[in-house]
């Protein structure tokens, strides 16, 4: 039994992708040390070792066709990182002016998308790299030409093994979406407690985390599925055996996204429950579904993982049937005041029936049926045309984007200036450590400042003893293939722990040239002096404090909640359909909750002088994700509404309470606003409601009176999210703390 298991994890450990990026790098490394140690080439070594780096740093995950057009875009900016270091080294001067203004290019060159970004870092690692010995080249071309040779070695490796496992990348993300729905479920499942007195508000804010878990993994997975599924070209048939998986993790990722939407729904107040049922065992059957239903989708995450296929077992379905006569149980025992609440427990067992359902189908998903209900939103621009616009949109003061290229601009001609003005023969390593350190927020930065130090420290404490113990080139090239597996291991996870690997890299690789030893005290001095050039770059050339961000953001969330709602009550009308509109608007609205708890998770970690109050701040947080759980309520239980009538007063109370949404979100922007006048009009909607008779469709008020209830919810919150509006205004906080 255990070597099945050892067998099970080293197999799902050699299909992870940072795995087989680290078998590439090994690949590389190897088809550089071994030939020129043969060849006795050993100067050459150093070189094509670091373009190896910085090729692996500039690689991402795109299909072949797009993976070969970004090689081709990563040399070309190699080249002119390199040759223009070369031309430009002896004149201090220019050298500063072509410092600047490329940092502030290659870091704009991210705007035009994701997989811009690591080409622009990496150029930028590159540029530094070639003036660590660019006193030292012969030639013009010398030093580039062994730069780029280990880059392109490295890039044809990438391209092979993408041809090879094509969809390796989705996969893993998938098992990701997957992973992070079994920690949503098992966080939804503990709110399931029949306690009269227990505090709720730990465990939401912990739903909210799960969630933004949950939103995260499914960008990356659309992401990846996007740069998967495009194009080929004439490299593959279009029925080949990857593009049919590529369509069957395709339609995983659209039954992922269903099952999301349901487990963030909120049927009731689960206090009130845990109140209404305290003496009975209706809740903890729930918690146990719940549980079950979150192991299956551990199970999922391992099978895609391992790339097995999935089997669906017999625990959820019995849990099912278990709450299932529980409930029937519970209804025929019930007096008249638990009517409501065993009303909403139908409409949970119904979501969590359906969710059983679509656990079940991922042995075999449905493929989509139309093209509109298969199509993935493109998030970046396409052609070089509005690429290229949207480069030049962000060179704004306003833009992040922009922000950081020019702080890390004076970063690092700060850092020139030291090494000019100092005299030091080695001190472009500030340099790298300015560039590996400053990151375009505050808390990230202060994050990499602490483990580059560490990571440093170590190395070089481990540097020294290394290099007496292992005195010839053969055992120090060993050392440096290893370090540079490690590096990439380590990248993502530990960057500590990367650091000191590449730490111990750069001294082996220059002890190979002579200069081992004496690298180590100026490795230490300038990492030191490159954090603290970034320390005063991050907090005085136009900080970027989330502070600014967290206003704007939480009237943009509440907008995307409002038309995700509003999306929602027109397919009552015309019935249920997964058009690419509705899907946009239910991804705006997780995305935008998701990310107003990133931001003021950021927030927290910079200094208190750039804080708004931090209870306030997380109320408004915990509300509007209790508002996105009930709006997902009324969309996880989408139907056609036949009668129109009954119809026409859902519209009246959405149309309402649309209004008051709207307000709130004047209100965050410090617009004028209605918004007392718009919450009494749906208090007045309401008086007209109408109510169940004999009739009347039942289906339809059932229908009908769970959208009312969740609006309800939605309208009882929003006096309380107006007030925190009002005190999370500039004026009001600056006279609370006078």
């Known amino acids: 039994m ?25 690949l590389a490394l190897l088809g550089v040390v071994l030939p020129c140690w043969y060849l006795n080439y050993n100067g050459l070594i150093t070189p094509m070792v670091l373009g190896i780096i910085a090729g692996a740093l500039a690689d991402s995950d795109t299909n072949v066709k797009e993976k070969f057009k970004a090689l081709v875009i990563t040399l070309l900016c190699f080249s002119i990182a390199a040759f223009s270091i070369e031309t430009l080294f002896s004149r201090p001067w220019l050298f500063s002016l ?56 490295y890039g044809v490796i990438a391209l092979i093994q993408r041809w090879c496992w094509p969809n390796i990348i989705v996969r893993f993300q998938m098992a990701k979406v997957f992973a992070a729905l079994d920690q949503q479920f098992a966080s939804k499942s503990e709110l399931f407690y029949p306690l009269n007195n227990y505090d709720v508000r730990p465990l939401r804010l912990k739903n909210v985390r799960t969630n933004t878990q949950v939103v995260t993994a499914l960008n990356s997975a659309k992401l990846a599925l996007q740069q998967t599924l495009s194009p080929w070209g004439d490299l593959r048939s279009p029925n080949s055996r990857s593009d049919q998986e590529a369509e069957r993790l395709l339609s995983l990722y659209f039954l992922a996204q269903d099952i999301h939407e349901r487990i963030s729904a909120s049927h009731y107040l689960y206090h009130d429950l845990a109140k209404t049922f305290a003496f009975s065992d209706i809740l903890f059957r729930f918690k146990r579904l719940l549980e079950q239903q979150a192991a299956v989708c551990h199970r999922i995450a391992d099978c895609m993982r391992e790339g097995e296929s999935y089997v669906h077992g017999e625990e959820s379905p019995k849990a099912l049937e278990e709450v299932q006569k529980s409930l029937l149980h519970v209804r025929l025992q019930a007096q008249d005041d638990q009517q409501d609440a065993i009303e909403q427990l139908r409409f949970l067992y119904d979501n969590l029936a359906a969710i059983e359902q679509l656990l079940a189908q991922v042995s075999a998903p449905t493929p989509c049926g139309t093209i509109e209900e298969r199509t993935l939103v493109e998030d970046e621009p396409v052609g070089l045309r509005n690429r290229s616009r949207l480069v030049w949109q962000h060179f704004s003061i306003e833009s992040p984007l922009f922000r950081h290229g020019v702080r890390l601009a004076a970063a690092l001609l700060a850092g020139y200036a030291t090494i000019q003005l100092l005299n030091l023969e080695r001190g472009y390593w500030i340099l790298l450590t300015t560039l590996f350190v400053c990151q375009q927020s505050y808390s990230a930065t202060r994050q990499r400042l602490r483990e580059r130090i560490t990571g440093t420290l170590l190395g070089l404490l481990a540097g020294l003893p290394l290099l007496l113990l292992v005195p010839t080139m053969e055992g120090q090239l060993v050392f440096v293939v290893i370090s540079g597996v490690m590096f990439f291991y380590y990248r993502q996870q530990r960057y500590a722990i990367a650091t000191f690997f590449i730490t111990l890299l750069v001294l082996l690789c220059f002890n190979q040239l002579g200069q081992g030893f004496a690298v180590m005290l100026p490795r230490l001095f300038d990492t030191l002096m490159g954090c603290l050039l970034t320390v005063l770059a991050v907090n005085f050339v136009l900080p970027d ?194």
């Open 2 to 26: 255990s070597s099945s298991l050892a067998i099970s994890d080293l197999n799902r450990a050699l299909r992870a992708p940072r795995v087989q990026q680290c078998f590439m790098v090994l």
């Open 98 to 153: 072509g410092l600047g203004l490329s940092t502030i290019g290659f870091i704009m060159l991210g705007a035009m998308g994701k997989r811009y970004q690591p080409i622009a870092f990496a150029s930028l690692l590159l540029a530094v790299y070639t003036m660590l010995d660019a006193g030292n080249s012969k030639t013009l071309w010398h030093l580039p030409a062994a730069l780029l040779s280990g880059a392109s070695l």
């Open 545 to 738: 404090w989330h502070i600014n961000r967290l206003r704007p953001l939480m009237a943009t969330t509440i907008a995307a909640h409002r038309d995700y709602l509003a999306h929602i009550i027109v397919q009552y009308r015309h019935g249920k359909k997964d058009s690419l509109a509705y899907r946009i608007a239910r991804r705006d609205a997780n995305r935008q909750d998701a990310e107003l708890n990133t931001v003021l998770t950021n927030m927290l970690k910079e200094p208190s002088r750039h804080q708004l109050d931090n209870e306030l701040c997380f109320r408004f947080m915990n509300l509007s994700n209790a508002m996105l759980s009930y709006i997902s309520t009324i969309g996880a239980h989408r139907a056609q509404i036949d009668d129109a009538a009954t119809h026409d007063w859902v519209a009246k109370a959405h149309r309402a309470l649309h209004g008051q949404l709207s307000a709130l979100s004047d209100a965050l922007e410090g617009k004028e606003n209605d918004f007392i006048q718009e919450r009494e009009q749906f208090e007045k909607s309401l008086e007209t409601w109408p109510q169940k008779t004999d009739n009347s469709d039942s289906q339809d008020s059932d229908v009908a009176n769970l959208i009312l209830r969740q609006l309800r919810l939605i309208h009882a919150i929003l006096p309380e999210m107006y007030h925190l509006a009002e005190q999370l205004q500039p004026n009001a906080l600056q006279v609370a703390k006078s």
